[in-house]
């Protein structure tokens, strides 16, 4: 299976692939301003880039969100598989894909290591029900040591 693996676009210019892989996967920040509030002309502008890039590309799209993308502003995330909050996903033979994306109210809120308890927790019970599969990806958008992110 091919995959390919991206993130921090801040609504610049997508990937290309070729040939094309089987699955993408987005690890957040696709879009350049957290803010939520009413659509620029930047905005529009880069909904009509990212339609095209949607309907150029129709394998799947794997998705977290990134601290950026508080709000779809481009509806990205409305269209692909949005694994944010800690969905195990099967890609194909021995293979799954887990998501832990952000969740926070502000795009610069790090989480403290009892944020993510719970969405860990689901990833592990649905890791042992499925029986423990010999591949799992985690694809996340936290810094791997939230603390060390901090800058104090």
């Not at 009413?38 to 990134?66: C, N, S």
């Not at 800690?86 to 887990?98: E, I, K, M, S, T």
């Amino acid at each position: 299976m091919r995959l390919f693996c991206f993130s921090d676009t801040h609504q610049r210019v997508l990937p290309e692939c070729s040939p094309a892989p089987d699955a993408w996967l987005f690890a957040g920040d696709m879009y350049e301003r957290p803010s939520p509030g009413t659509l620029t002309a930047e905005d529009v502008e880069f909904r009509k880039i990212m339609q095209a890039w949607l309907d150029a590309h129709p394998q799947p799209i794997y998705a977290v969100k990134g601290n950026h993308d508080l709000c779809d502003k481009a509806h990205f995330f409305r269209t692909s598989i949005d694994l944010t909050d800690g969905v195990v996903r099967h890609l194909g033979d021995d293979l799954y894909l887990a998501g832990l994306g952000w969740t926070g109210a502000d795009f610069f809120e790090l989480p403290q290591e009892s944020h993510l308890t719970d969405r860990c927790q689901r990833i592990e019970d649905e890791w042992a029900r499925l029986g423990g599969p010999r591949r799992l990806i985690l694809m996340t958008h936290y810094p791997p040591n939230a603390r060390a992110a901090i800058p104090y």
